[in-house]
Nanobody
Framework: QVQLQESGGGSVRSGGSLRLSCAVS????????????MSWFRQTPGKEREGVAA????????FYADSVKGRFTISQDGNKNTMYLQMKSLNAEDTAMYYC????????????????????WGQGTQVTVSS
């Protein structure tokens, strides 16, 4: 059984920063070893869930949506089996519920920023950016 727990959401002014965390609980799983993609998605009411950033366990290769490149940084801590999303220069368009997800990673391929690439999801953490 895989459990993902997000934390770190909140309210921030435009231009501010937040760091989200996603703790992974799964028997035999370690971020030190390859084989998985970990990702962050976000969703606002009435819109589809969109991929924001992803990271491959083990090697730590990262992938970003164009909308967040240069502002968001995804990382992982193998000691804690926790993934992070450091968000800077936030604006109102970043307001959303943020979800972390885990899926398989095929060697040599990128980690997708599409929902169908992921099997397990957290409950989400709300980020609200005000002007």
């Amino acid at each position: 059984q895989v459990q993902l727990q997000e934390s770190g959401g909140g309210s921030v002014r435009s231009g501010g920063s937040l760091r989200l965390s996603c703790a992974v609980s799964a028997s035999g799983f370690s971020m030190y070893y390859a084989g998985y993609c970990m990702s962050w998605f976000r969703q606002t009411p009435g819109k589809e869930r969109e991929g924001v950033a992803a990271i491959a366990t083990g090697a730590g290769s990262t992938f970003y949506a164009d909308s967040v490149k240069g502002r968001f940084t995804i990382s992982q801590d193998g000691n804690k089996n926790t993934m992070y999303l450091q968000m800077k220069s936030l604006n109102a368009e970043d307001t959303a519920m943020y979800y972390c997800a885990q899926g398989p990673h095929r060697y040599g391929s990128s980690c997708p920023l599409m929902i169908r690439g992921y099997n397990y999801w957290g409950q989400g953490t709300q980020v609200t950016v005000s002007s």
